[in-house]
């Protein structure tokens, strides 16, 4: 598995130009179907805005689900599609599956500039959504652009940009004699100790990122003289942070 970026929160912000005024609203999401209802819940909660514009990226790995009508053969298409909202467009790119609506805005000015944003943040299994109060004032196409793409950017920080690691899972045992040696070095390992159990013998949980597995291991079995008990329950992805690799956001 590799590693990827999405969001750790949903999360919103607004900016204001010329009057109008635009909020940026955004939130983790792993399905197209999650993604439209969080725009289903943005648009009820502006039910009286301009425009709600939007865009998601969908797609961590290989495994992404395509609509029957997505699937596409090149390696880079567009497809347009019908939708009540104006024109919809999605692409799909190394297995990743795109779509942003400019609701009503000029062609270009508004979906194109948020998914834009997104992708030179790298970030994917999100959705965002900006939602225009038109001010009276019209900006123009470039005005536009640099709306959507700055409100765009608030969401995002706003709602944290976070390295997703491949991660796994281990439950662990080890006799009572041998407990003091395994919190010791544990100390010094990038791994994550979860829910000790005193009862017979000392269970507990140990989370650790996939590239740190074979470290991690190695070193509890040689200070454990390989008196350590293993099973592996759980491969999943996790927000690791950059600044301390040893745990967990």
Same mark, same amino acid.
Request: charged share 25%.
């Given at each position: 598995?590799?590693?990827y ?46 425009h709600?514009c ?17 699937l ?17 467009w ?6 990743r ?24 943040? +790298? ?9 225009? %109060? ?8 470039? *005005? $536009? #652009? ?6 765009c ?25 041998l407990?003091?040696r395994?919190q ?9 100790l ?6 017979a013998?000392v ?22 003289? +390989? ?9 999943t %992805? ?8 040893? *745990? $967990? #956001?």
């Amino acid at each position: 598995m590799n590693g990827y970026k999405t969001l750790l929160q949903e999360a919103n912000d607004e900016y204001i130009v010329n009057k109008s005024r635009f909020i940026g609203s955004a939130a983790p999401v792993e399905t197209p179907e999650q993604a439209l209802a969080f725009l289903d819940k943005i648009r009820q909660q502006y039910k009286d805005a301009t425009h709600n514009c939007y865009a998601y990226i969908i797609g961590k790995n290989a495994g992404i689900r395509f609509s029957q009508s997505l699937l596409i053969d090149e390696p880079l298409k567009f497809n347009r599609l019908a939708a009540k909202d104006g024109p919809l467009w999605a692409l799909e790119q190394e297995a990743r599956l795109m779509r942003y609506s400019d609701d009503g805005e000029p062609g270009g000015t508004a979906g194109m500039p948020i998914i834009e944003v997104m992708k030179a943040r +790298g970030v994917v299994d999100c959705a965002v959504v900006v939602t225009r %109060y038109f001010g009276g004032i019209l900006l123009g196409a470039g *005005g $536009l #652009v640099r709306a959507y793409s700055h409100t765009c950017a608030l969401a995002l920080n706003a709602a944290k940009v976070c390295e997703m690691h491949p991660t796994v899972r281990y439950m662990a045992e080890v006799a009572y004699p041998l407990w003091d040696r395994v919190q010791h070095q544990l100390k010094s390992l990038p791994v994550r100790l979860e829910n000790p159990e005193f009862t017979a013998a000392v269970a507990f949980e140990l989370v650790m990122k996939e590239t740190d597995e074979a470290k991690v291991r190695e070193e509890l079995t040689r200070v454990t003289d +390989g008196r350590m008990e293993w099973l592996k329950t759980e491969e999943t %992805y996790s927000p690791w942070e950059e600044e301390n690799s040893d *745990g $967990l #956001v």
